[in-house]
């Protein structure tokens, strides 16, 4: 049996990297993008438009989401689309789309 003292913690920079990740997704506008990003690329107009809000303030949560590395811009020409950098993130909303839906999930407790 493994003692707690076991247990290796997270480094600092791992720590730090997850707390962001975790900041990104826990923003109904990030989510949002994250989520209309699972399903193809998007240029910031599109985004704007299909979530109701600025284009001014899609570019600024598309910086945050850049900085933490959950998307990545693709100039073609003038326009810029946006989509997911990796597979993971798409594991990520289908895990979570999955606990949401189960039967027994109670947030009210």
């Known amino acids: 049996?493994?003692?707690s003292t076991d247990i290796q913690l997270p480094t600092t920079i791992e720590l730090e990297k997850s707390v962001q990740l975790f900041k990104s997704f826990g923003d109904q506008t990030?989510?949002?993008i994250l989520f209309l990003?699972?399903?193809r690329s998007l240029s910031v107009n599109e985004i704007a438009e299909t979530i109701g809000i600025s284009q001014s303030a899609i570019s600024h949560q598309l910086k945050l989401l850049r900085q933490t590395g959950?998307?990545?811009g693709i100039r073609s020409g003038q326009k810029?689309?946006?989509q997911l950098s990796d597979r993971h993130i798409?594991?990520?909303?289908?895990?979570?789309r999955e606990h949401v839906s189960e039967k027994n999930t109670n947030y009210n407790n």
Request: no cysteine; glycine share 0%; net charge positive.
């Open 70 to 72: 959950l998307v990545r």
């Open 30 to 32: 990030r989510y949002k």
């Open 90 to 96: 798409v594991t990520i909303f289908e895990q979570v």
């Open 37 to 39: 990003l699972t399903e």
């Open 1 to 3: 049996m493994a003692k």
């Open 80 to 82: 810029v689309n946006y």
